[in-house]
């Protein structure tokens, strides 16, 4: 077989492809020895008809359509291969020659993979943050402790107050009129969770139980609801319990009750070791998206529209399969927000073709490097992996190469040790908390 690729446009590439007759006669006995099972002729059995009444019988374009069918997307693999061509959609592809005893020829016309023009990538100056755990961090986190393990008392009288857990009944009221999703019942309203809008909370403290109220707020103009945005509401809200949490002392006792340490100072120590690892693994993430955005930045692409549309794609996919987990489907939620797929299509296109270039440019520096992860490297990811499932790493391996999820162990380790030697090669200065930006 003969290839050629010729670069037509700046993303298109003209494929003309040559396959060798011998090859083709092959295709052509196999059409016929698949066609002539299924067709009956008067006067023979069925599967038993000569090729030459056969093709007198349904025609020889039905025999030689047949065995294209099967040459040509093997031609076309094995002629990307060749050519060292990547493609990002299904081949054009229009059929030049087509006679037994000469070679088949066909052209394929198909989008590829942007050629990128890289930019700066090494030496770049970026600034990493030093992040300091204070003892304020820790009490913090020893609070939070404590919340999560305090005990919720349930209690016959009294008034909300900031920290309780108040059970409500709301009916919410536009201009008169109730709205969707303005109702709730037996609702376990945190104060100070900042959950609800405003300072409906707020207004939530000091009420008894049995009292009712009326809670006026006005919905944020970035709502997420647009019929809402900075519209007045009142509330009617109802108490009909109140729940109080009872916290722990700070010692030993709740240190042993809630930790495998014996003593408050030690779980201490541990807290500020885990908040320093957390502090050094943020300033590290700061630093590799700063290294990024400058790569990206520095680099020059024409991404095509299939690409974009192909991630966009993805990015509503993983939304609706985040809904689906949450009971909801993706039509709730563009119902709710009265917008459309239409809309939020567009909304995605900025950091789609943001995502799409990011990729091509990582995989651009990585080619250019050659980095490629070594056995050692692939083993050992996959021990971690099977470390975390609990299975034998060979079974892992195996099932994975089996079901060709192998590849995406490489690419992925391509993908850390390309954002390695970005980091390795770039000027890291030392910052201060203040520069830190989310």
Do not use: C, W
């Not at 090859?23 to 090729?51: C, E, H, Q």
């Not at 119902?335 to 091509?360: G, H």
């Amino acid at each position: 077989m003969k290839a050629n690729a010729e670069r037509i446009e700046k993303n298109t590439v003209l494929l003309e492809v040559e396959v060798d007759s011998e090859l083709f006669s092959k295709a052509v006995d196999k059409a016929y020895r698949k066609i002539v099972r299924n067709v009956n002729v008067p006067g023979f059995r069925k599967g038993k008809t000569p090729r030459i009444i056969l093709e007198r019988y349904i025609g020889k374009e039905a025999i030689y359509e047949e065995a294209m069918e099967e040459l040509v997307p093997e031609a076309y693999i094995e002629a990307v291969k060749d050519t060292g061509i990547e493609p990002i959609d299904k081949p054009q592809v229009e059929i030049v020659q087509v006679e037994e005893g000469k070679p088949v020829v066909f052209k394929a016309t198909v989008q590829v993979k942007p050629e990128i023009q890289l930019g700066q990538y090494k030496g770049l100056e970026v600034v990493k943050p030093v992040i300091n755990v204070t003892d304020e961090d820790v009490q913090k986190e020893l609070e939070r402790l404590q919340n999560s393990h305090a005990k919720l008392l349930t209690l016959e009288e009294g008034v909300v107050e900031n920290g309780d857990i108040a059970v409500i009944d709301f009916l919410g009221k536009i201009d008169g009129e109730p709205f969707k999703g303005g109702e709730g019942k037996e609702y376990s309203l945190e104060i100070g969770s900042g959950s609800f809008i405003g300072d409906f909370e707020n207004q939530v403290i000091g009420m008894p139980i049995g009292e009712t109220r009326d809670i006026q707020v006005t919905f944020p103009e970035n709502y997420q609801v647009e019929e809402l945005t900075g519209k007045d509401a009142v509330f009617t809200v109802t108490v009909s319990g109140i729940k109080r949490k009872e916290l722990s002392q700070l010692d030993d006792e709740f240190a042993k009750d809630v930790s495998e340490f014996d003593t408050l100072e030690e779980l201490k120590e541990d807290l500020t070791n885990k908040l320093q690892l957390n502090a050094e693994n943020r300033s590290n993430f700061i630093v590799r998206r700063e290294l990024l955005n400058k790569v990206v930045d520095n680099s020059v692409a024409e991404i095509p529209d299939t690409m974009i549309e192909q991630q966009i794609g993805e990015m509503i996919a993983n939304m609706a399969n985040s809904f689906a987990n949450q009971g909801l489907s993706i039509q709730d939620y563009l119902e709710y927000t009265k917008s459309s797929k239409e809309k939020l299509s567009e909304d995605f296109r900025p950091e789609a073709e943001r995502n799409v270039k990011t990729a091509l440019v990582m995989e651009s520096i990585a080619k250019t490097e050659q980095i490629v992860p070594s056995e050692e490297d692939i083993k050992a990811e996959i021990e971690r992996i099977a470390s975390l499932y609990r299975q034998d790493p060979e079974e892992l391996r195996n099932m994975l190469d089996n079901e060709g999820r192998l590849s995406y162990i490489t690419e992925n380790l391509v993908k850390e040790k390309t954002f390695q030697f970005l980091v390795d090669n770039a000027k890291i200065i030392e910052g201060t908390n203040s520069q830190i930006e989310e």
